[in-house]
């Protein structure tokens, strides 16, 4: 026998087409088509409901794999702007390529052949689900042609409600500017007529009292709760749209008033790197060659080193007596251990004949 390729299992079988009546392929085209058949059937449900909806690339760009015909197909219908959901896994299921692939399909894996007229849709059912969707895409276009007039007639109530509060506004500066203009006539006789009651100076601040409330009622706005915290005098210096320099590169008025420089806080530069070349030096074994080198002994430009010990300071000569001290005290120290050694063996007893 041949070898032969089960999609259903995804293996490839020595046995000839005798797999697919064993349990193990059995079981699991069952699981396949119990699979399959949820999104049939919630595809089947929306015949006599279909389900438009506005289009959203993130949910309705889904694609479904039909078992029967090996091919992946898009489960919805869409124009860019309308979706009907299930539309085009119901149209590839009405298609006559979908009617023989499923009998072909049921055929090769002897699968229950109850299940099949389910998993095929008729010419009946594709065109009563087109009927239905004719009525809700008419239905979906009222809706959206109410929710349009809704938005517009609430763009038109802001509109409105804007132009109140602009008229508000200017009404109060209106008022103003004519008695402005309507007191200099009068301006005689009133200080004639209140020159007995009222004291030097209160007419001005009677004046500027009024002014003062305008200008507040003005900044304040019907209903914004808005507090006026009077006018920011930027006369004497720009910003940084009128071309001015801006402040993080203005030069700071306190600096140059004292003749010396500020004393900078933290370690310097220096101090940093000789505490980073110590630190440094600090994993390096204690033993290693060079470790005690004097670095601060004090020698003439005509000297040349004599190299005392292993790059150590003073000269050959110190150098050979201090090796000479040390090796007598390894020797004497060896020597004791040695005695001391001799000391502690006993002597063995002669051997008896």
Known sequence: MGAFYCAICRQTSFSGKAHIFGKSHQSKLKVVLVKFLEKV????????????????????????????????????????????????????MARPE??????TFWWENKADPKLRDKFIITEN??????????KALGSFEEKEDE????????????????????????????????SNTEGPCNSVDEASSSSHFRAPGSDEQARSGRVDQMVARQWAGPGQGLTFIGYQ???????????????????????????????????S???????????????????????????SSQTDANWLPSFGRVWNSGRR????????E?????????????????????PKPPEQQ
């Not at 078992?67 to 860019?80: A, H, I, P, S």
């Open 41 to 92: 059937k919630e595809a089947r449900r929306t015949i006599k409901n279909p389900q438009v909806e506005r289009f959203d690339c993130t949910q309705h760009k889904r694609k479904c794999w039909c078992y029967c015909c090996g091919l992946q197909v898009e489960r919805d219908v869409t124009d860019g702007d309308i979706t009907v959901l299930f539309g085009g896994l119901l149209e590839h």
């Open 98 to 103: 979908h009617r023989k692939g499923t009998h």
């Open 125 to 134: 059912e594709m065109e009563r689900f087109k009927t239905e969707v004719a």
């Open 147 to 178: 929710l349009i007039k809704q938005q517009a007639t609430h763009i038109r109530a802001q509109e409105q409600h804007r132009q109140e509060i602009l008229q508000s506004l200017i009404e109060p500066k209106a008022e103003l500017e004519l």
């Open 233 to 267: 005098d930027s006369s004497n210096s720009g910003n940084v749209h009128t071309g001015a320099i801006p402040p993080w590169l203005q030069e700071d008025p306190q600096e140059g008033r004292s003749g010396t420089m500020e004393q900078e806080i933290g370690p």
């Open 269 to 295: 530069l220096q101090d940093f790197l000789k505490q980073k070349e110590q630190e440094k030096l600090k994993k390096l074994p204690p033993n290693r060659v060079g470790a005690n080198f004097d670095h």
């Open 317 to 324: 000569w110190q150098s050979r007596h201090q090796f000479r």
């Open 326 to 346: 040390e090796e007598g005290q390894t020797n004497r120290q060896k020597r004791k251990r040695d005695q001391g050694a001799e000391g502690t063996k006993k």
